[in-house]
């Protein structure tokens, strides 16, 4: 191997390195986003009322005590953590449930408490956690 291939084989493995911390970086956010959203009773009460059907943020107010601006802060987290989508359909805002989303992060839980059969569980929290930062990356370049 000539000098200028390693050097070119050691700019390759820093690149490497730094994005594989990158990824574990960005999904370290990622899950503790969501925990951060499960960990209200209100955002948890709000994907309960998702689960059954698409709601407004006027239907959605309705079952709250809260002043609109708090309700907002409650959806921009779930949002952020990837939990709801929200549509905007003429003056009115949708909230949908983000099912795939929701299923990662009970693959990750499961994965976390070591449920399942041969490590299983565990490789599905990985691979779902991974898919969450890549969708939360891809967001942030849409956004």
Known sequence: MTAREAACYSYFDYWRITEIIERMVGVVVAVN????????????????????????????????PLAKSTLSGHFATLRHA??????????????SLHIAAVEEVVATVLGLLGVGEDGAAEGAADDAVARVAAEGREGEGAG
């Not at 989508?85 to 003429?90: A, I, M, S, Y």
């Open 82 to 95: 990837g939990l709801i989508v929200q549509e905007r359909r003429g003056t009115t805002i949708v909230y």
């Open 33 to 64: 986003e969501v925990f951060k959203a499960l960990g209200d009773p209100t955002r948890r009460e709000i994907l309960r009322l998702l689960r059954d059907r698409d709601l407004t943020a006027g239907e959605l107010a309705e079952h709250f």
